[in-house]
Structure formats: C-alpha cells, structure tokens
C-alpha cells in the first residue's frame, strides 16, 4: 500500500539525520581523542559529515539496481543546497563572503563540475568514472587539510570546537560512532525502498525521484547547518558548509555510484539537470566575488533569487514529467 511507502519514505529519513548527525559528533569526538587537528576533524564534519547522507543512499541504492536515484541524488542535493539552503540563510540574514571561499572552494566546486561533466559526457556512468571521481575525492581532501594546516587554527576551528561538545568520553564517542555506522545503511535501505515503491507508483522515473524527494531529504542536515550558522552569525561556516557539501556530493556520492554500477542516462539529465546545477554554481560564484569586490554583504535579494529559482526547477521538473 502507498501509505507504507510514505511511512517508509519518513522514517528513513528521520533515522537517517539523526544516524547523520550520531555518526559525526561521534567520528570528531574520537578523531580528536585519538590527537587530529581541529582544522582536520572540520573537514570530517563539514565536508564528509554533511554528506554521509547522500553517499549511504547512493550507496544503497546503486546494490539495488536503482542507480538512477543515486545519480539524481546527488546533483538534485547540490541544486537544493544552493538554491535552497542557501537562499532561505541569505533571505533569513544578508551574509559575508570571506576571500578564502573565493580564492579557494569555489574554484575547486567549479573546477569538480567541469570533470564531472567531462566524465558523464557519454551519457555514461563507468566504473572507471567513480574511480577517478573517488581519487580525486582524496585529492582534494588532502589538499584542502594541507592548507588548512598551513594556516593555523582560525575562526572557523573556534566555532566547530564552541559547536561540537569534543569533551565527551573515547567510550561514547565509539558508541556514537558504532550506531551511526550501522543506522546509516539501514535507514537508507528504507528510505530508498519506500522512494521507489511511491515512484513505481507514480510512474515517474528513479532519477527523477533522486533529483527531487531525497534530494530535499538528504539535504536537511546542511539546511539545519546553515539555518543555525546563520542565527551564530557565522557566515563563513554557512556558506563554505553548501560549497564543500556539493563538492563531496560530486566526488563522493557520484563516485560511490560509479564504482558499485555502471549505468546509462538520459541525455536530457545533463542537458537540463545538471546543466541548471552548474548555472547556480557559477550564478554563485560570479555573485560572491561580485558582492566581495564591492565590500559588501551577499543580499536578500539574492537569497530570494536562488529560492525563486528552486521553485521554477521544481515546477518544470513537474510538467515535463
């Protein structure tokens, strides 16, 4: 019966943000026990941490033959964390852009865009594809902690220590870790049976249930993220958590995907989805350094831009299926 799936569809995903959010408090916690650097334990959090979600039911959903979902996933999750994550926190508070995300993550967001539309160019999901995505996966990471530790702690490791209660016990950190590694594939197993059973339903496509409802549900720890950066004033956080979340979603979530199943797509999925993914990536990038020029704070107008431009995706993903 439907009202199962729907049941299944909501269950998975609360188990699956709560799992989430478990399973990284519990993964910084004992990162931190076992002596890594605060600056490397944020990458944990922002960037692996955020996108656990989407990697697990990727994951799972290519072992079932539904690759489409995983694909879909993916690129529909860095169209809400844009689009709309992004554009509720910046209609909520106008937010600054700080000149290490220009120079730095957004040229790298860019840059993974642009091989992952190189890969895909043959309407095609290889194996050989998620390898090369997943090297460079580790690539940027190692990069990105590099020069995180070249740095030195800054505001950004101040907060994640304020916000991360670091001081609990090696015991409860394993616990917290154990659970999350367990309940992550199990609430994405539900979460993904229930999805395709309302898309069979329906009639409408994996990948097209990927792009839309668990794009959205997946998404819900950045939104939550970026909603409570945001009321901490910590506009830095907010806006670095969207761009290093997608680029894992790229790397990690595709990449998991390609090497588990190969599979064939549509080609329309790169000329309208993730053609309108890299429009809002570039859209985004162009305004930041425009408003980081200008001195000023990205605006409202902005946000509600990007929120205007999620509803019309939304609304043309429903009349075209």
Do not use: Q
């Not at 995903?13 to 959010?21: E, N, Q, S, T």
């Amino acid at each position: 019966m439907l009202i199962y799936s729907f049941l299944y569809l909501i269950a998975g995903l609360v188990l699956l943000i709560v799992a989430a959010d478990r399973f990284v408090l519990g993964a910084a916690a004992t990162a931190k026990h076992l002596g890594v650097s605060t600056m490397l334990v944020g990458l944990i959090v922002v960037g692996f941490g955020t996108s656990a979600p989407e990697m697990v039911v990727s994951a799972i959903a290519s072992f079932k033959g539904n690759s489409g979902i995983a694909l879909g996933n993916a690129v529909g999750s860095n169209i809400t964390n844009i689009a709309l994550v992004l554009g509720v926190g910046l209609i909520m508070v106008p937010m600054s852009v700080h000149s290490n995300i220009i120079k730095r993550e957004m040229p790298i967001l860019l840059l993974v865009s642009l091989l992952v539309l190189f890969l895909l160019f043959d309407f095609e999901l290889s194996t050989t594809d998620g390898v090369v995505l997943l090297c460079s996966m580790l690539l940027v990471t190692g990069l990105l902690g590099f020069l995180g530790l070249k740095e030195g702690k800054d505001e950004f490791t101040d907060e994640l220590e304020a916000e991360f209660d670091f001081s609990i016990s090696m015991n409860k950190a394993l616990a917290l870790l154990a659970f999350g590694i367990i309940a992550l594939p199990v609430a994405s197993h539900v979460l993904v049976l229930g999805a395709t059973d309302i898309a069979r339903y329906f009639g409408v496509s994996d990948l097209v249930i990927g792009l839309t409802v668990l794009a959205l549900g997946t998404s819900l720890p950045e939104l939550a993220a970026t909603i409570a950066s945001v009321m901490k004033n910590e506009h830095d956080l907010a806006i670095g958590n969207v761009v290093g979340s997608n680029i894992f979603n790229l790397l990690g979530v595709i990449g998991i995907s390609g090497v588990i199943r190969s599979f064939e797509f549509s080609p329309d999925f790169l000329k309208y989805d993730y053609f309108y993914m890299l429009m809002l990536t570039v859209f985004l990038f162009l305004a930041s350094v425009y408003f980081v020029l200008k001195d000023k704070f990205l605006s409202r107008i902005i946000g509600v831009l990007l929120l205007l431009m999620y509803v019309t995706y939304m609304i043309w993903l429903y009349v075209k299926n």
